[in-house]
T-cell receptor, first 115, second 107 residues
Framework: ETGVTQTPRHLVMGMTNKKSLKCEQH?????MYWYKQSAKKPLELMFV???????ENNSVPSRFSPECPNSSHLFLHLHTLQPEDSALYLC??????????????FGPGTRLTVL | KNEVEQSPQNLTAQEGEFITINCSYS?????LHWLQQHPGGGIVSLFM???GKKKHGRLIATINIQEKHSSLHITASHPRDSAVYIC?????????FGAGTRLTVKP
C-alpha cells in the first residue's frame, strides 16, 4: 500500500464511450502524474500537475484530458479512444522541493481495454 | 533509439546469487530512479540517485554521472525479488524510462 489509490482497477470500454480514471493520494504531496504502460513498450509520462497546475503535456492526443481539482485528486477523462490506447494507466504522486529531485509513489494502475 | 537502455532484458538466477542490472542513458539528467514492478502492475520506487551510491537492505544502487551509467545490485537474491526492474531518468520536466529487466529468481 503506497498511499496512492486508483479506480477502477479494470475498465473495458468501446471506442465511442466516455469514461474517467480516478487517482487519489493520501500522502500530502504537491505533484501528481499520469503514466501509460503499453505492452512491450517502456513507461511513458503523459501529464504532470505540480501545485494543481499542469506543468507539461507530452504531446498526448486530445482524447485524453486530465483534471486536477485539488492536490489530492487527479482524473484522466477518456473519450473516443482507439484500440491502441489499451494499456495500464498508472498514477503517481511526489513532494516536489525547490531545486531538489523527488521520489514518486505509484498507484496500482488501471488496466484499460478499448474494444 | 531509447534514451535509456537497460541490460539484460531478461535475467534468471538461482536463489542466493548476486544480481547486477545495468542502465545507460544518453542525456544530461537531474536524477535517476530505480523502480520495481511486480506482476499485476504495482510499481515501487527503490532508489533515487543523483550521485554516488545508495544501499537499502540487500539492494545497492550506484551511478557514474561522467559515464552516464547506473547499476542496481541485489545481494543474496531471493525468489521474492522476482519482478521487472525499471531505470528512469529525469531531465528538465521530462522523465524517460528503460524497457525494464525481467528478473526471475529460482529457489
Amino acid at each position: 500500500e503506497t498511499g496512492v489509490t486508483q479506480t477502477p482497477r479494470h475498465l473495458v470500454m468501446g471506442m465511442t464511450n466516455k469514461k474517467s480514471l480516478k487517482c487519489e493520494q493520501h500522502l500530502g504531496h504537491n505533484a501528481m502524474y499520469w503514466y501509460k504502460q503499453s505492452a512491450k513498450k517502456p513507461l511513458e509520462l503523459m501529464f504532470v500537475y505540480s501545485l494543481e497546475e499542469r506543468v507539461e503535456n507530452n504531446s498526448v492526443p486530445s482524447r485524453f484530458s486530465p483534471e486536477c481539482p485539488n492536490s489530492s485528486h487527479l482524473f484522466l477523462h477518456l473519450h473516443t479512444l482507439q484500440p491502441e490506447d489499451s494499456a495500464l494507466y498508472l498514477c503517481a504522486s511526489s513532494q516536489v522541493l525547490t531545486g531538489g529531485a523527488d521520489t514518486q509513489y505509484f498507484g496500482p494502475g488501471t488496466r484499460l481495454t478499448v474494444l | 533509439k531509447n534514451e535509456v537502455e537497460q541490460s539484460p532484458q531478461n535475467l534468471t538466477a538461482q536463489e542466493g546469487e548476486f544480481i547486477t542490472i545495468n542502465c545507460s542513458y544518453s542525456v544530461g539528467i537531474s536524477a535517476l530512479h530505480w523502480l520495481q514492478q511486480h506482476p499485476g502492475g504495482g510499481i515501487v520506487s527503490l532508489f533515487m540517485l543523483s550521485s554516488g551510491k545508495k544501499k537499502h537492505g540487500r539492494l545497492i544502487a550506484t551511478i557514474n554521472i561522467q559515464e552516464k551509467h547506473s547499476s542496481l545490485h541485489i545481494t543474496a537474491s531471493h525468489p521474492r525479488d522476482s519482478a521487472v526492474y525499471i531505470c528512469a531518468v529525469r531531465f528538465g520536466n521530462d522523465m524517460r524510462f528503460g524497457a525494464g529487466t525481467r528478473l526471475t529468481v529460482k529457489p
